[in-house]
């Protein structure tokens, strides 16, 4: 997709200019952009090294190379014999002395590639990426990922666990919150420039970092939404819907990418060849290394586990670990994670060609070579002195504070609840409206509670009068030790919420998850507000006050109940360190709120799965008939909240949706463009979408895809024409038999602020 934007100024005289504190009028990354592949073909200097080193290296400092320790296993003795990595050390003293170790006290001299999960941020944590995606700008995401690559080099790690690309159409499942919804292509959009921010154009750079896009692959789709499940899915699906974030990223240059614990069509994501070798390494022409995540090598041994007798087991598809070794390692797994089996064992399986050298020498050279390119052979080691001047500085802060800004969404503003009035008193009530802790979401790097700005500290700041009442407690235990008691479950403190209320002019209710309720091993069967918070909301409506329920959370909820109650809502997810002044910044206009749902929030869980892009079917759903895919207990077939949805405090009006032509060659190109005004009286910004949908094929096809978007920032009375480019790739599709294939025949075209309604043109893709 090409992006070009042309402003054309409107009623000069309406325009004023931006609030203080609002977002910019400075064009945006657009995802032209970020889609633009810059990876690049091996350096032939960096190829030769590598040679030189394989050929003088013995089998066991080959199989050493493959391992992959964490911090609590790596001891000096491993960095003497040359472990290959280590994961999750931060800190740079730790991690200099290993180095030094490695590089001195081993044999060939090989420094350790260390690694860390930085998802949203190392110490400066930004949204969660769920709450970045909402944004629809790629230009949070690059901002989120130059500063955390800063920040993580500069202890000494230089590779991170990210960005998580995994789609997904499943809220119940925890590491929805990791990622950026339910979209592909705007997942791709968000890889790309996540991996470009974090790497640069040459991640040996002392502030960036090597990339390892994951979860490889379709770890995002489990049976039940629960955490490690099996995924069934068909070939075109998983070419259409799962895998384009990772070839984004690939394209965009990412050199290591992880691979998945859940099963693909009953095969290990670790010990698939067909997604690990067959597309990824060979189709793709990726020729960096593939490290498995957390045991899942180990994992795919049947229970109870053999050689070694301990240790997680359970895919049931080797019998010990010398099995699981030798799969994974066939299939295209380089690194170990944690468990030890392709070190331990490997001598055995080449003497028993259950795996060859060739195999290992690929594996060990794919290893080498991102060490080589990290610029880790010339340049070893961290300065410890220097890396905690490289934290938290007020750059990043004042980044993370305008993209958790951009991040929300207005999902609800009955007569203008919003934005408050700062002249009058406010009270601030929930469990979560002094909470620092949760504030920072899941995967929250090392960042730190007193790093983070509370919500009632931010609107204090900003408006002394303003009181705070927590009503009821939400504590972050993970099960078993959790209890219902724990979440918000007694409403003891409810009458001191109602009296705070009360005395003040307006309420800002802070509800939602803790931050343990989102991310991994997080699967909640029930997507309602936890605990009594419901009951919370109906008591503070009751008292005629003005307010508005502000959420924090890491999936979609089932808000019915709360939208039946609430005049105002405010998704701002988890985000990050200067969550309090970014919600201050939006509640009373300093901020105009511009973000959209990149996820569909439904009615009821049992909607789940419900996503925009679906296929179609013979007897779609319509609540005025009964033979259709519908519930009978629901008299709607929609969600409540539908993706590309969010409102503003100004309003838009988007017309003149036009084609360059009405026909378009297999290879040509088409394009659209549309003109978006802003009709409101504030200055604001609006999400264009541009949807897709081929009405015949020999596959079917979604009924819309998302294939282009723009946020735009207007005045009141400017309008702007955006225009995108349309081409093979996006009216084309993988078939069955994983070719892709342009088809003849109508393209629909949809252009709107939402994946619902906009306006309607086609063309016609020729037979040549």
């Known amino acids: 997709m090409r992006r070009r934007t042309t402003a054309l100024l409107a009623a000069l005289a309406?325009?004023?200019?931006?609030?203080?504190?609002?977002?910019?009028?400075?064009?945006q990354?657009?995802?032209?952009?970020?889609?633009?592949?810059?990876?690049?073909?091996?350096?032939?200097?960096?190829?030769?090294?590598?040679?030189?080193?394989?050929?003088?290296m013995t089998l066991d400092e080959k199989l050493q190379q493959l391992q992959l320790l964490s911090d609590g296993q790596v001891t000096d003795e491993d960095a003497k014999k040359g472990v290959g990595g280590v994961f999750s050390l931060t800190d740079p003293q730790k991690i200099d002395h290993l180095q030094h170790v490695a590089v001195e006290q081993s044999r060939l001299h090989i420094p350790i590639l260390f690694a860390y999960d930085t998802i949203h941020g190392y110490r400066t944590i930004f949204p969660a990426p769920l709450g970045a995606a909402s944004s629809f700008d790629p230009g949070v995401v690059t901002a989120d990922d130059t500063y955390a690559a800063r920040e993580t080099a500069a202890v000494g790690i230089k590779q991170i666990y990210g960005p998580m690309v995994d789609v997904s159409h499943e809220p119940r499942w925890g590491r929805i919150a990791e990622g950026a919804g339910e979209d592909p292509y705007l997942g791709s959009v968000l890889a790309a420039a996540r991996v470009k921010a974090a790497q640069g154009g040459d991640y040996g750079a002392p502030d960036k970092v090597v990339t390892s896009p994951k979860h490889f692959a379709a770890y995002g789709q489990p049976e039940g939404g629960r955490d490690y499940n099996t995924t069934d899915l068909s070939e075109q699906r998983l070419r259409n819907m799962y895998l384009p974030p990772f070839k984004a990223a690939i394209d965009a240059g990412a050199d290591t990418v992880m691979c998945s614990f859940n099963a693909i069509n009953g095969s290990p994501g670790c010990g698939d060849g067909h997604t690990e070798t067959d597309i990824l390494k060979r189709e793709?022409?990726?020729?960096?290394?593939?490290?498995?995540?957390?045991?899942?090598?180990?994992?795919?041994?049947?229970?109870?586990?053999?050689?070694?007798?301990?240790?997680?087991?359970?895919?049931?598809?080797?019998?010990?670990?010398?099995?699981?070794?030798?799969?994974?390692?066939?299939?295209?797994?380089?690194?170990?994670?944690?468990?030890?089996?392709?070190?331990?064992?490997?001598?055995?399986?080449?003497?028993?060609?259950?795996?060859?050298?060739?195999?290992?020498?690929?594996?060990?050279?794919?290893?080498?070579?991102?060490?080589?390119?990290?610029?880790?052979?010339?340049?070893?080691?961290?300065?410890?002195?220097?890396?905690?001047?490289?934290?938290?500085?007020?750059?990043?802060?004042?980044?993370?504070?305008?993209?958790?800004?951009?991040?929300?969404v207005l999902l609800k503003n009955d007569g203008g609840t919003l934005p408050l009035d700062p002249s009058k008193s406010t009270a601030v009530i929930g469990p979560l409206g002094d909470?620092?802790?949760?504030?920072?979401?899941?995967?929250?790097?090392?960042?730190?509670?007193?790093?983070?700005?509370?919500?009632?500290?931010?609107?204090?700041?900003?408006?002394?009068?303003?009181?705070?009442?927590?009503?009821?407690?939400?504590?972050?235990?993970?099960?078993?030790?959790?209890?219902?008691?724990?979440?918000?479950?007694?409403?003891?403190?409810?009458?001191?919420?109602?009296?705070?209320?009360?005395?003040?002019?307006?309420?800002?209710?802070?509800?939602g998850e803790t931050r343990g309720q989102s991310g991994e091993a997080a699967s909640r069967s029930d997507l309602d507000l936890p605990g009594r918070q419901q009951e919370l909301i109906d008591r503070i409506k009751a008292t005629g006050k003005p307010f508005v329920v502000v959420l924090f959370n890491g999936r979609p909820l089932t808000?019915?109940?709360?939208?039946?109650?609430?005049?105002?809502?405010?998704?701002?997810?988890?985000?990050?360190v200067q969550a309090g002044n970014a919600v201050a910044d939006v509640l009373f206009g300093k901020v105009n709120p511009g973000g959209k749902l990149p996820v569909t929030f439904p009615r009821v869980i049992g909607q789940v799965p419900i996503y925009y892009d679906h296929d179609p079917t013979g007897r779609p759903c319509d609540p005025n008939t009964k033979y259709g895919s519908r519930y009978r207990d629901l008299p709607s077939c929609d969600p409540l909240y539908p993706f590309g949805y969010g409102l503003s405090y100004t309003?838009?009006?988007?017309?003149?949706?036009r084609l360059s032509s009405a026909t378009m060659a297999p290879n040509?190109?088409?394009?659209?463009?549309?003109?978006?005004?802003?009709?409101?009286?504030?200055?604001?910004?609006?999400?264009?979408?541009?949807?897709?949908?081929?009405?015949?094929?020999?596959?079917?096809?979604?009924?819309?895809?998302?294939?282009?978007?723009?946020?735009?920032?207007?005045?009141?009375?400017?309008?702007?024409?955006?225009?995108?480019?349309?081409?093979?790739?996006?009216?084309?599709?993988?078939?069955?038999?994983?070719?892709?294939?342009?088809?003849?025949?109508?393209?629909?075209?949809?252009?709107?602020?939402?994946?619902?309604?906009?306006?309607?043109?086609?063309?016609?893709?020729?037979?040549?």
């Open 29 to 56: 990354s657009s995802d032209e952009a970020a889609m633009r592949p810059t990876r690049t073909a091996p350096n032939a200097t960096v190829e030769a090294r590598v040679n030189a080193l394989l050929a003088r």
């Open 651 to 657: 309003t838009f009006a988007v017309s003149g949706l």
């Open 435 to 511: 909470d620092r802790h949760d504030m920072l979401g899941p995967w929250w790097g090392q960042g730190r509670d007193q790093d983070a700005v509370s919500v009632y500290e931010g609107i204090k700041a900003q408006h002394p009068k303003t009181t705070f009442t927590q009503a009821c407690q939400m504590i972050d235990k993970d099960p078993p030790d959790v209890t219902p008691a724990d979440e918000c479950g007694s409403d003891a403190d409810f009458p001191k919420a109602v009296a705070a209320a009360e005395a003040a002019d307006q309420v800002v209710l802070a509800l």
């Open 668 to 768: 040509g190109t088409v394009t659209a463009s549309v003109r978006v005004r802003n009709t409101g009286g504030r200055a604001g910004d609006e999400v264009v979408q541009l949807y897709l949908h081929d009405p015949v094929a020999s596959v079917e096809q979604p009924v819309r895809r998302l294939r282009g978007f723009e946020r735009v920032t207007l005045r009141p009375g400017e309008s702007r024409t955006v225009t995108f480019t349309l081409g093979r790739n996006d009216v084309g599709y993988y078939d069955n038999g994983g070719r892709f294939v342009v088809e003849p025949g109508t393209i629909d075209v949809y252009a709107g602020t939402s994946s619902t309604g906009g306006l309607h043109a086609s063309f016609e893709v020729t037979a040549r």
């Open 284 to 408: 793709w022409g990726f020729d960096g290394f593939i490290e498995s995540d957390y045991t899942a090598v180990a994992e795919m041994r049947a229970c109870p586990p053999k050689t070694p007798d301990s240790g997680p087991c359970g895919h049931g598809v080797a019998a010990d670990g010398p099995g699981a070794a030798a799969l994974a390692l066939n299939s295209g797994t380089d690194s170990e994670m944690v468990s030890t089996n392709i070190r331990d064992y490997g001598k055995e399986l080449l003497a028993r060609h259950r795996i060859s050298m060739a195999r290992v020498d690929d594996a060990v050279r794919r290893i080498l070579r991102v060490k080589f390119r990290a610029g880790l052979f010339d340049h070893p080691y961290v300065d410890p002195g220097k890396a905690e001047a490289a934290q938290l500085r007020p750059d990043a802060v004042a980044a993370a504070r305008q993209a958790a800004g951009r991040s929300m």
């Open 559 to 576: 808000l019915s109940k709360v939208a039946a109650s609430a005049p105002a809502i405010l998704e701002a997810w988890f985000p990050g």
């Open 14 to 27: 309406m325009l004023t200019p931006l609030a203080g504190g609002a977002v910019s009028a400075t064009p």
